[in-house]
């Protein structure tokens, strides 16, 4: 075979001492390593420290474990469905088709935050609601809300850094002091956070709790014109305040049970109320509360009227990405947005593909869902 006569015939290997064809070869050559360099860069090897968003989730695993099937944060949580109806006042705002006059069906998902799917329900939790918004002729809306009235880090780094720092230290069950101590010592920002979040009393249950979005985001209506807004879920229930001896000692899912009793007896509503920032809020930072003064314009209620555990096609497979927004609607530069979007991705790939285990929170219709 090597002294085949015809072999470089064959094979047009006289062709490679021709200089055009070796200059073709390394260009291609040069192709295969930048395709291989963008991967590279991507996934991080090439930047050991930068964070990425796989090494988010991997800090979440880190600090909470792995749980196969489950979110890795607001791990435990239950679905719920019902409908907005929208009374048309955020189309002077936004050309969203949620916003129209009318009525649009909706998915939604109760949760607490926090990596473990088991976690016994208690006053300290942070309370969350996603939603995805789904206009029979429109384009989707999610938005992922929680009960606080701002956020407790402004950047991504700030929320990789105050996962570890907030672990449980396994001897004593709680943070270390000494990690929380070091961490506001760099984030004045989150101290600031943590004495609005303290100053605003959590509610005795999901029900009566408002979700706040948090975020800037910026409305856009049929004239172009681009208005800055933050958007809240308030609760018509009343608001009454967590009380002090909690029963989560006798029965480990009592918020969620109470919520499941609540929307079984009678459907619960929630108003959604937008508040018009002015020039000088800030857009890009969660940390800071906009001036009371701003006005609020009520655009519709929502109202829950199914809740069921999580199952296969339910609420458990949707990513409440907070950027998919139908066009009406976009994202402010905010850099949590796009960190909250990627991490979602990889924490949705990731549970997509593993073995699921039932819930902590059973319904009586769990195994068919919401
Ligand atoms: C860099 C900051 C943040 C990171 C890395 C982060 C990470 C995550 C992850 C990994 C999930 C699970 C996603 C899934 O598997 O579907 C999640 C869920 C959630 N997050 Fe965040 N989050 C961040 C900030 C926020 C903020 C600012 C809010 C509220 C405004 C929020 C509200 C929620 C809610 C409500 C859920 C549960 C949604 C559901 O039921 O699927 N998160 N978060």
Redesign the pocket.
Known sequence: MANDPNLSTRYQLGSLANKGALARLALIGVAILAVVGCFAFVGGWLSPYRLTQAR??DR?EQVNGVWPGF????AK?VCIAGYFNSNGEGVQLSTAAVFRAGRVPVI????L?GGHPYMADGPAAVR???LAFRPPSGEEWRT???DIPV?I?KD?EG??EQLLASQPDPATGKPDPAKIKEFLNHHPETARALQIVQANPFSSGFANASY????AFRLVNAGGASTPVRWSMVAVDPFEPEPPAQPAAQDKNYLFDAAIARIERAPVAWRLVLTIGEAGDPSND?TIPWPSGREHIDVGTLTIDNIGGEAPGN?RD?????LVLPSGIEPSDDP?LS??SA??S???TR?AGEPKKPSAVQTPDSGKGA
Request: charged share 15%.
């Open positions: 988010m989730i979440f979110r890795r944060n607001h949580g939604g998902r109760l949760s935050a969350a609601m996603g992922a809300m929680i956020f880090v991504p929320f990789y706040n979005g948090l975020h969660a609420c949707v990513n409440f990405d907070p949590l960190a909250r991490a979602y990889t924490s949705f549970r």
